[in-house]
């Protein structure tokens, strides 16, 4: 009796170590999961149709898989394939990087002082309502295809520049046409609370209000993000704020996030806790209550160490407290024009695992595997496995540490989208 085989488009072969991230309960990965990549040496993956039809070690991949003259046959010589990186915190459409504000900052003048000066998220909202949709869309598609250089698959990208509703809509826009032009998955975020716009400095309950029976409404109708995330924080919105902002997306179906503790512990952990969202971000300052309250409702703590890096204080999020406390966690790049300038997932490895002292296993499930759930994309991207997309980077490495180790350059050799090569247009 022969059995009917499926006939891969694509199958690829002489993977060294081939990083599946496969995890057979399909729950995210914590504590020592954490360090279970799933490897398997010499291994193979085959494709049809964009998804995994069969991943494995080599002979067992070809015996079970079927081909044609049209199956495309790649052979990596050794390298170490693994899954696309998912990158799930990101404010890629700004229209330009805040250069004199890095050399204040490096001088060592303070944040007020920048603020003072016209500095900080106000100074992006400038550039941004002031440039084109066009201009934004350019500049933004640049960025994506550098992130996809670096291995990134999967991207959120929040708005949050633009505080106004014709502003923040063409953030959106523009979020919205990148997902329907490339091939990657592009998730959007609504983050019309991420600062009080100057001309409301005298009004912030009339900013709020807008958020919430303008802006939230409006973006909800238009299918224009799937979250909703507030940044709070001393100087941007309180917690009572945020919890009202929060539950007025959640009530139009938006999924929530919050940008807590990142300067000062507002208890943004525990009202991420509270509120059932999905991740609570950065989380540098967050006290034990709040990563016990985390853990136990299962809300996901993003942690962004590019921010710490672009700081001179390198002040980090207590990782290994969270890891050991079981707490759900991912990494990301929090790509932005001022305070992390980096849309490298591979550079934030590096920095998680030599500051916030994660092993580069650890930092891998965290920049790949957990953070799909983030973005409810678990079915789909983060691991190699049968069924999900193919999704996956051949690098230039025989060794997955490398990519932690191996820090500033691109350990990047060939990046697969639904199992076609990207090739920049
Ligand atoms: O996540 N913390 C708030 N917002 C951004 C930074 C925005 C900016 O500096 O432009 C963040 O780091
Ligand atoms: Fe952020």
């Not at 496995?385 to 996956?392: L, M, S």
Request: glycine content about 10%; charged content about 25%; aromatic content about 4%.
């Amino acid at each position: 009796m022969t059995t009917k085989r499926v006939v891969a488009d694509l199958i690829v072969t002489g993977c060294g170590q081939l990083v599946t991230l496969a995890k057979s309960d399909g729950t995210p990965r914590v504590r020592s999961a954490l360090k279970d990549l799933a490897i398997i040496a010499d291994g193979a993956l085959a494709v049809a149709g964009g998804r995994l039809i069969s991943v494995g070690p080599r002979d067992v991949v070809l015996a079970t898989t079927g081909t044609s003259a049209q199956t495309n046959h790649v052979d990596v010589g050794g390298a170490v394939v693994m899954p696309g990186l998912v990158d799930c915190h990101t404010h890629t459409v700004f229209a330009d990087y805040r250069l004199d504000e890095y050399e204040w900052r490096v001088a060592g003048t303070p944040y007020a002082e920048i603020a003072a000066r016209g500095g900080g998220i106000a100074k992006s909202v400038g550039h941004v309502r002031a440039a084109s949709e066009a201009e934004l869309l350019s500049r933004t598609r640049q960025r994506v295809h550098s992130a996809i250089r670096h291995g990134t698959t999967t991207i959120e990208i929040k708005s949050g520049y633009g505080l106004s509703l014709e502003h923040e809509l063409k953030q959106l826009r523009v979020v919205r046409t990148l997902r329907d032009e490339l091939p990657i998955t592009v998730v959007a975020t609504f983050l019309g609370a991420h600062a009080i716009p100057k001309e409301m400095a005298a009004d912030r309950e009339g900013y709020v209000q807008a958020v919430v029976h303008d802006m939230i409404p409006r973006v909800a109708a238009e299918g224009l993000a799937e979250f909703n995330d507030v940044f709070c924080e001393v100087g941007a919105f309180s917690r009572e704020e945020t919890e009202r902002i929060l539950r007025s997306g959640q009530r139009a179906g938006l999924k929530a996030r919050i940008h807590a503790d990142e300067l000062t512990d507002t208890g943004g952990a525990e009202l991420a806790a509270s509120l059932g969202a999905v991740s609570a971000d950065h989380l540098k300052k967050t006290n034990d209550n709040g990563i016990d309250r985390m853990a136990k409702a299962g809300v996901f703590g993003v942690l962004l160490p590019g921010t710490s890096f672009g700081l001179p204080s390198l002040e980090l999020a207590p990782a290994r407290k969270m890891v050991d406390a079981g707490m759900r966690l991912a990494i990301a790049t929090d790509f932005n024009p001022g305070s992390s300038t980096s849309e490298s997932m591979p550079m934030m490895t590096s920095i998680a695992c030599s500051h916030m002292r994660l092993s580069p296993a650890e930092a891998l499930s965290m920049a790949t595997y957990n953070p799909a759930f983030v973005l409810g994309r678990e079915g789909d991207v983060g691991s190699l496995e049968v069924g999900k997309r193919a999704d996956f980077l051949v690098l230039d490495c025989r060794d997955y540490r490398e990519v932690a180790n191996h820090f500033g350059i691109n350990p990047v050799a060939r990046v697969f989208v639904a199992g076609r090569e990207w090739v920049a247009a």
